[in-house]
């Protein structure tokens, strides 16, 4: 399952770089204007880089479910639709004929409707009236993350929420094909918003806004209306909420002003922020907040009827619109302009360049204890793995020297790597309780010399920003949900380890001097496992 989310994020990654010199070539711009908030043409490519890459772990399996193939039959349309759009506008009747043959087709080829709703008691809903509903709340869901698509990383935060959300739910009950979908999906969105984190330098154009608001509409019927199901039919209506409260607000000024609902204006959520005076980053975070809560009512709420998650939804939407539209959130503009400031602070030790230094030397030691762990220790784990990621990386920085080729490899393997090693030591019955714990003092070392290395960061690619918390929030707090049962997993150990052990990548990346000093350092490491291979 973790593979699948890895390698749709680098696949994803490693397109981006591509699809955005070929889109400048052919003109798939987005232009500053009136109602934009960008000041420079930006590439619209992103959508493409997402389906790919949300399609390369799929595809691995032997077989694709049925429903699968429907929404990403579905998905293909809209993303085609929404490209041509991005290189040469369509009206919006063209885009809504593509929006409902999509749709129809995840219906008809998937056989994914919404067929019961729990209102007093069950009520199975007759193929007369299954087959458009379904059909016209899919070009709602469709339309609703479209029009979110307004600042940089919004709506692709709020699909990457959504999606987490529902794999969630896909796993607990027992709908593999579903949650298979929902973590590729969500690798694929982490790796575009690693590009598109304010300040963006690509877009998701319409192709991608389009394809998130079916994928995720389609996969949320999916899961709530599956056989082995239990969950409240209206659970979509928690994750998508803001996106659907905001769309009907600004379409019921615009009718009130005897304008057309399908002509643009900034009376969107996120307009109305920035005109609050909350900065970029800061408005995103908020809505990003905001996205959080809805997500733990949707797990909290998941198996109320539909009738009283209807009149939640409701009172939990217009609170939050409330709150986040008016100027009583002063508190929540401060706290949000605090994490995006850095501090430099000059110390006689040079705290910034030693922090760092540590990171890295800790870094190198947890990648050799691992190694040394796997090779004589006599772990599950077959030693080739670490070795393969290993001679990647040093062969990408040996032989093709400062390209981006070499760049990108070595960030892949690296990723690779770092996620390998937080999954080594996840269950702790696969080595003795003293490796272990020499593991856990490397790994809570590492963790400590990064936040020592993010706080005095001189460098502004090293401020938190709005992506942040999506990573904080998926590795603190939804391992942690009420009553989720993992097996024999222990995800809250291996989201805290994969969270550490990407944001200290992050900050030895980003420095030059660190890569200078790593360099040999890894190439030691990975001849010296070699030759300890041997030995073994």
């Known amino acids: 399952m973790f593979v699948s989310f890895l390698v749709s994020m680098v696949a994803t990654m490693a397109l981006i770089p591509l699809f955005t010199r070929i889109g400048a070539r052919l003109g798939m711009l987005d232009e500053p204007g009136p109602r934009k908030v960008h000041e420079r043409p930006m590439p619209r490519v992103g959508g493409i880089a997402i389906l790919i890459g949300m399609c390369v772990p799929l595809l691995a399996l032997q077989v694709l479910p049925q429903p699968i193939v429907g929404i990403l039959t579905g998905v293909l349309v809209v993303v085609a639709a929404g490209v041509w759009d991005d290189c040469s506008p369509l009206g919006y009747r063209a885009k809504f004929a593509a929006q409902f043959v999509a749709a129809i087709l995840v219906v008809a080829v998937g056989g994914i409707e919404i067929r019961q709703l729990v209102v007093i008691e069950e009520l199975v809903l007759p193929e007369w009236l299954s087959f458009p509903l379904t059909v016209l709340v899919l070009v709602m869901m ?25 794999g969630v739910l896909a796993y607990s009950t027992g709908n593999t094909p579903a949650l298979l979908l929902a973590l590729a999906l969500c690798g694929a ?8 984190t304010h300040p963006a330098t690509v877009f998701m154009g319409d192709g991608g806004s ?4 079916l994928a995720i509409g389609s996969l949320a019927i999916f899961v709530t209306q599956h056989e082995s199901s239990l969950l409240s039919a209206t659970v979509p209506l928690f994750l998508l909420a803001i996106p659907i409260l905001d769309t009907a607000f600004v379409v019921m000024q615009r009718l009130r002003a005897g304008r057309s609902p399908f002509l643009g204006d900034k009376n969107h ?69 605090r994490l995006g400031e850095r501090t430099t602070r000059r110390h006689w030790l040079n705290a910034p360049r030693l922090a760092v230094l540590t990171t890295g030397m800790l870094y190198a030691a947890l990648i050799a204890y691992c190694v040394l762990a796997v090779a004589v220790l006599h772990t599950t784990w077959d030693i080739s793995v670490l070795l393969g990621i290993l001679f990647i990386a040093v062969l990408a920085t040996m032989t093709m020297r400062a390209s981006r080729a070499a760049t990108l490899v070595t960030q892949g393997a690296a990723y690779v790597l770092a996620a390998t090693l937080a999954m080594l030591f996840a269950d702790p019955s696969v080595v003795s309780p003293l490796t272990h714990r020499i593991e856990m003092l490397l790994v809570v ?13 001189e460098n502004t690619s090293l401020s938190l920003n709005s992506m942040d918390l999506l990573v904080l929030f998926m590795a603190i707090v939804v391992p942690n949900l009420p009553g989720a049962a993992w097996g024999d997993t222990n995800l809250p150990a291996l989201a805290a380890r994969v969270a550490v052990l990407f944001y200290a990548l992050v900050v030895l990346l980003r420095d030059d001097g660190a890569q200078r000093t790593l360099k040999p350092v890894v190439t030691l490491i990975a001849l010296g496992s070699l030759a300890v291979k041997g030995l073994v």
């Open 445 to 457: 070392g590492i963790a400590v010399a990064t936040a020592a290395a993010l706080r005095f960061a």
């Open 269 to 337: 959520l996120h307009h109305r922020l920035l005109n609050m005076g909350f900065g970029h980053m800061e408005a995103v975070s908020a809505i990003y907040l905001a996205q959080a809560c809805l997500f733990a009512a949707a797990y909290l709420l998941r198996f109320e009827s539909d009738l009283f998650n209807i009149g939640a939804f409701l009172a939990i939407g217009f609170l939050m619109l409330f709150t986040l539209e008016t100027q009583r959130a002063p508190l929540l503009k401060a706290a949000l302009r």
């Open 189 to 196: 969105l982490f790796g575009f918003l690693r590009f598109n």
């Open 210 to 213: 389009q394809l998130l608001g």
């Open 142 to 166: 469709t339309n609703a993350i479209n029009l979110s698509d307004g600042l940089d990383g919004l709506a692709g935060g709020i699909s990457f929420l959504c999606a987490a959300a529902l």
